[in-house]
């Protein structure tokens, strides 16, 4: 994906995890926006290594959000493009996120 469309997929993920946040975990919600809204983006490299990310953040309750791109543009529909984790303390972000290359 070239660097608008990886930007765009970005904020589908961040859009899609705060209306998931909104309807079931307003505190989180709260609590992250109180606190900045971090948001760190890195890369893995492979849709393997994206679902086994999404698997071990759930294992430790942090909340996901998968997009699924439309496929309108560079990649064919139905695409998971990208995996948005958290948010979470740091330490629980950075036990799953933490050995991956920043983007």
């Not at 859009?15 to 983006?41: D, F, P």
């Not at 493009?81 to 948010?87: E, N, Q, S």
Request: hydrophobic share 40%.
């Amino acid at each position: 994906m070239g660097a608008g469309k990886i930007a765009s997929q970005c904020a589908h993920a961040a859009t899609g995890m705060y209306s998931e946040l909104m309807e079931s975990h307003r505190s989180l919600l709260r609590q992250w926006e109180l606190c900045g809204q971090a948001k760190i983006v890195v890369t893995c490299k492979n849709q393997q290594e994206m679902n086994k990310l999404r698997d071990a953040a759930e294992s430790i309750c942090l909340p996901t959000f998968i997009v699924a791109d439309a496929g309108r543009t560079q990649v064919s529909a139905g695409s998971n493009t990208v995996l948005a984790i958290g948010p979470g303390s740091k330490s629980a972000v950075d036990s799953i996120t933490g050995k991956l290359r920043l983007l």
